[in-house]
Structures are given as structure tokens and as C-alpha cells.
């Protein structure tokens, strides 16, 4: 009898093993994203104070359907992005803008979160440093 509980067990055991194992498998399944960015990070260490800096995030659908840029978020008010305001149909291509406020003097790394109609949010960074050597004030 002893023999037979431990078959039943040992049976039921990998049934429930073999089940949550399959559960896994599906929950780790990530599907890739319909949107393509040449890159997720853009450097630019040598800004002069001031410049109107724009760093450019260029990205491709290579979806079945049009991708729709609902949200993108920066990480701070130091920083703007403009997204497309147009679906972008499959196969093509358009891009984020984002601007710094380079009147911060110093190193920067900020973030911009980018949210679509399919897909998770894409995080994009853009790195830099401005320069400290400040332009002379203007005499009125």
C-alpha cells in the first residue's frame, strides 16, 4: 500500500510540476516590439552653454499595423521631447526630437519613456555634458 501512495504521489508531482513549468514558459514569452530604434542612447559630451541642442531618436515601424506614439514622458522639466502626431504606417519611419536646457552647466543622463499603441514603454536616454564656459551677459 505504501508502494502504491508513493506512485500516486510521485505521479501527482510531476503533473503539477510539468504544468507550472509550461506556465512559466508562457509568461516569460516576450514578444518583440513592432517599433525600431537606430539607437536607444544618444552622447554628446561637448555642448556649449546655451546651444540649442536637440538630440534625435529616428525609429521604424516594421509592424503589420500603424504605430501610434501615445505618451512620451521625460524625466525631468529640463528636458522636452516631440513625438509624431501622425500614425506611422508600417515600414516607415519618423522620429522624437528632444531638447535640453543647456543653460545647466555639467554632466547629464536623462531618460524618456515612450509609450505606443502595441507594445511595452521604450526607454530612450540621451547623455551629455555642457560646457561652463558661459557667454557674457548683455549690456543694455
Same mark, same amino acid.
Given at each position: 500500500?505504501?508502494?502504491?501512495?508513493?506512485?500516486?504521489?510521485?505521479?501527482?508531482?510531476?503533473?503539477?510540476?510539468?504544468?507550472?513549468?509550461?506556465?512559466?514558459?508562457?509568461?516569460?514569452?516576450?514578444?518583440?516590439?513592432?517599433? %525600431?530604434?537606430?539607437?536607444?542612447?544618444?552622447?554628446?559630451?561637448?555642448?556649449?552653454?546655451?546651444?540649442?541642442?536637440?538630440?534625435?531618436?529616428?525609429?521604424?515601424?516594421?509592424?503589420?499595423?500603424?504605430?501610434?506614439?501615445?505618451?512620451?514622458?521625460?524625466?525631468?522639466?529640463?528636458?522636452?521631447?516631440?513625438?509624431?502626431?501622425?500614425?506611422?504606417?508600417?515600414?516607415?519611419?519618423?522620429?522624437?526630437?528632444?531638447?535640453?536646457? %543647456?543653460?545647466?552647466?555639467?554632466?547629464?543622463?536623462?531618460?524618456?519613456?515612450?509609450?505606443?499603441?502595441?507594445?511595452?514603454?521604450?526607454?530612450?536616454?540621451?547623455?551629455?555634458?555642457?560646457?561652463?564656459?558661459?557667454?557674457?551677459?548683455?549690456?543694455?
Amino acid at each position: 500500500m505504501k508502494l502504491f501512495m508513493s506512485i500516486v504521489a510521485a505521479v501527482a508531482l510531476s503533473f503539477s510540476a510539468s504544468a507550472q513549468n509550461s506556465k512559466d514558459a508562457k509568461s516569460q514569452k516576450i514578444e518583440k516590439a513592432p517599433i %525600431t530604434f537606430k539607437t536607444l542612447e544618444v552622447n554628446k559630451p561637448n555642448i556649449a552653454y546655451g546651444a540649442d541642442e536637440t538630440f534625435t531618436f529616428d525609429f521604424k515601424n516594421t509592424g503589420k499595423t500603424p504605430i501610434i506614439i501615445t505618451n512620451v514622458q521625460t524625466s525631468c522639466g529640463c528636458t522636452t521631447a516631440n513625438k509624431p502626431t501622425e500614425p506611422v504606417a508600417p515600414g516607415k519611419s519618423s522620429s522624437i526630437s528632444v531638447k535640453y536646457d %543647456t543653460k545647466r552647466v555639467g554632466d547629464f543622463v536623462k531618460t524618456i519613456t515612450v509609450t505606443t499603441n502595441v507594445g511595452d514603454p521604450i526607454v530612450l536616454t540621451i547623455k551629455g555634458k555642457v560646457a561652463e564656459n558661459a557667454p557674457a551677459p548683455v549690456k543694455n
